[in-house]
């Protein structure tokens, strides 16, 4: 069984439109993680949720709006996409969030705004 | 915030050397991992490790968290094994467990 798992594993749009990106974790993790890497391969955080509270958002444009419905899944809504929001996001899940402990991660999406 | 540098950027191997890549931090974490991407994208942890060795059939890697670096150790090299390797760490102390990543080491195994 995949511990995180992401859909879709491919995303192509225009600019301008709105897509999300949903993930989900059988891991019984409390903590979840969604962290984009760009053209250069650089990956960096944008957000961390706990038990569906928000407890990291790295100075992510407000047209990024993650939501966690339950600790199971924590989905990303884009608005307005623009060509710099092309890259390949990865959804990860750890059981706590502030004492280290092995982050799982999943296939990645790669989104290309057009 | 913390800074976590790895190298060399690049590595070419010719199948069956070995190699050590370096990852250096800037202070205390309570998680460091390291990461292979292939060349599909996917990113598969290799290991989890704030502090000591462990190895995992040719792979090893050690981290001296006193001494802030961690070295992952590639044995008998495969074309399989091409792909960037990453470190990740997650600093101590703090509120949050996010990992901030190394720019990576990009390794080509030549048959």
């Known amino acids: 069984d995949t511990a995180v798992s992401q859909t879709p594993k491919y995303l192509v749009t225009q600019m301008g439109n709105d897509k999300s990106i949903k993930c989900e974790q059988n891991?019984?993790?409390?903590?979840m993680y969604w962290y984009k890497q760009d053209s250069k391969k650089f990956l960096k955080i944008m957000f961390s949720?706990?038990?569906?509270?928000?407890?990291i958002n790295e100075t992510v444009p407000n047209r990024f709006s993650p939501k966690s419905p339950d600790k199971a899944h924590l989905n990303l809504h884009i608005n307005s996409l623009e060509l710099g929001d092309s890259a390949v996001y990865f959804c990860?899940?750890?059981?706590?969030?502030?004492?280290?402990?092995?982050?799982?991660f999943g296939p990645g999406t790669r989104l290309t705004v057009t | 915030g913390i800074q976590v540098e790895q190298s060399p950027p690049d590595l070419i191997l010719q199948e069956g050397a070995n190699s050590t890549l370096r990852c250096n931090f800037s202070?205390?974490?309570?998680?460091l991992q390291w990461f292979h991407q292939n060349p599909w994208g996917q990113l598969i942890n290799l290991f989890y490790?704030?502090?000591g060795t462990k190895q995992n059939g040719r792979l090893s890697a050690t981290t001296v968290a006193t001494e802030r670096y961690s070295l992952l150790y590639i044995s008998s090299s495969q074309t399989t094994d091409s792909g960037v390797y990453f470190c990740?760490?997650?600093?101590?102390?703090?509120?949050?467990?996010?990992?901030?990543f190394g720019t990576g080491t990009l390794l080509a195994v030549q048959p």
């Open positions: 949720y706990n038990n569906k509270e928000l407890i």
């Open positions: 490790i704030p502090s």
């Open positions: 891991l019984g993790h409390d903590t």
């Open positions: 990860a899940s750890s059981q706590d969030s502030g004492r280290g402990g092995l982050q799982y």
């Open positions: 990740a760490v997650g600093a101590r102390g703090g509120a949050t467990n996010k990992l901030i």
């Open positions: 202070d205390s974490v309570n998680n």
